[in-house]
Structures are given as C-alpha cells and as structure tokens.
C-alpha cells in the first residue's frame, strides 16, 4: 500500500455547490506522504486548475491525522545519493506543492491529528486552515538527520513565520492548535466534534461567493508574495504573462462584476 490522493466532489449538504474534497489516505501511516502521493497531488491540482466548476476545495487526511510527514519506508532508496535526492524534492515534493499554490480555487485546509513536517508544507498551501484543538503540528525531522529542502523550507518559513520555523526545524519543536492559532498559522481552532462542520461551512462560505473574484483575489496575493521574494527582474517577468499583474482592472466588464453590483443595489442575492 504506497497511499492515495482521491479527489470528489462533495457530497450532503455541499452537493452541487462545487465544493471538491481532496482527501489524502495512507492506511497504517497516518497519511504520511509516499512518492506517489506526491504525483497524485499534482495531478489532482492540475485538474482542478483546469475545471471551470469547481469553486472551493476542502483538503483533508482520511480518519485521525491530517498527514504525519512523509513516508521514511521509501527513504533508503532515493535519499542517499544527490541526483535521486534533488529529483523526489524538485519534481515529486514541489510537484504537489507549486500544483496547490498555482491553483486559482480556494482551498480549505480541515487539520485533525498529526500535522508534520509534508503535512505542514500542504497546509502551508492552503488559503484558510481550520484544526481540530487535538491538532499538533512540527516538522522534526532534525531527529532524521537532514534538513528541509529549500523551497519548502520558504514556503513553511512564510506561512507559520520565521521564528515558528526556527523553532520547528532547530529544536524539533512541535506545537498544539491554539500555540500555531496565535502564531498566526490557523484561521480557527474548533473542538474536534465541530471540525467538520466548520471546515465545511467555510467552504460553502467560498463556494456561494463570486469564483472569478475569488480566482483574481489569489492571483493577485500569490503575485504579490513572489514580488516580495523574487528579484525585480523575475517580477518584470511575472508582470508581462500575469494577466492580473499586467491588467488588474480586466474583469470591469465581466458578467460577474455586473451581477454583484446590481444584485447589491436592487436589494437581492446575487447569483454567481
């Protein structure tokens, strides 16, 4: 069993609502991240990134733990030799990850259990990030004996801040719900009995409001992380083929843009 990641559309109360739930599953490893996975969650994004319907996903680990890290069975075959090394990180790790922060849709995050080391870093993608109070999270693999590589150590770095990070990757640190909710890391804290409810009403939240703005809105903040991160010839660069960087006023006209207003002004809900 080297896991799965299983993309669906939601079911219930969510049907029809263009909520997707990404669902990672590795039976007997707590989610922990295989080779495959990796793969699997690009392709996953990738698709999602294409699809013209879907407005929301909710991300999630299957049963107790959102993913505890990744899977240290498959390590003695790839790790011990760079060009192996460089290829599971450059393709396979950032495969999934740039798949998730290049998506246009908002992701939830719903975080229960485990959340280490790969879980962090796919958290790490996500937009909102809603845990369960029993929730722990860190990245300790120092105790393995290697460091982060580093893209995903940036990613982490600027999602759970450079202090948190330190802390997780010197000292093997690992820290509860409430300590990452104050740090800045989580959008909420619920008890573990209303994680579901809660993580899924976000996204119903998202899915009923306008998807083309919503799309702009991360293009537009994923922009403006990579200008504060990149050298100003690569924001030259990202600025003449991002439509959003070289024309952020293009959706004026956009039927979407219509409704909202009028919808507004005549007193009624808008239908996105």
Not at 64 to 79: L, Q
Not at 145 to 170: C, H, I, N, Y
Not at 199 to 216: V, W
Request: glycine residues 10%; contains cysteine; hydrophobic residues 50%.
């Amino acid at each position: 069993m080297t896991g799965e990641v299983r993309a669906a559309e939601a079911a219930g109360e969510a049907a029809g609502c263009g909520v997707v739930r990404v669902v990672l599953r590795h039976e007997g490893r707590l989610n922990a991240m295989s080779r495959g996975m990796w793969r699997a969650l690009r392709a996953v994004f990738e698709d999602i990134q294409r699809s013209a319907t879907v407005r929301c996903v909710l991300i999630e680990g299957e049963g107790e733990a959102f993913c505890a890290g990744g899977d240290i069975s498959e390590y003695p075959a790839f790790r011990f030799h760079p060009d192996s090394l460089r290829d599971f990180h450059e393709n396979d790790v950032w495969g999934g990850l740039g798949a998730m922060l290049a998506c246009d849709v908002p992701i939830v995050a719903r975080i229960a259990g485990a959340c280490m080391g790969a879980g962090v870093e796919i958290a790490s993608c996500c937009d909102v990030r809603i845990a369960a109070a029993s929730a722990r999270f860190g990245a300790p693999i120092a105790r393995l004996g290697f460091p982060m590589a580093p893209r995903e150590a940036a990613l982490v770095a600027g999602a759970v801040g450079e202090v948190t990070a330190r802390q997780m990757l010197l000292e093997a640190a690992t820290f509860n719900a409430h300590e990452m909710a104050q740090r800045g890391f989580l959008s909420q804290v619920v008890e573990p009995g209303l994680l579901e409810a809660q993580a899924l009403g976000s996204a119903l939240r998202i899915a009923a409001l306008a998807p083309g703005a919503a799309r702009l809105n991360k293009q537009t903040l994923r922009a403006l992380q990579a200008s504060k991160w990149s050298p100003a010839p690569v924001h030259q660069a990202q600025a003449a083929i991002d439509p959003v960087a070289n024309d952020p006023y293009a959706y004026a006209d956009s039927a979407e843009h219509r409704e909202g207003i009028a919808a507004f002004l005549a007193k009624r809900p808008p239908v996105f």
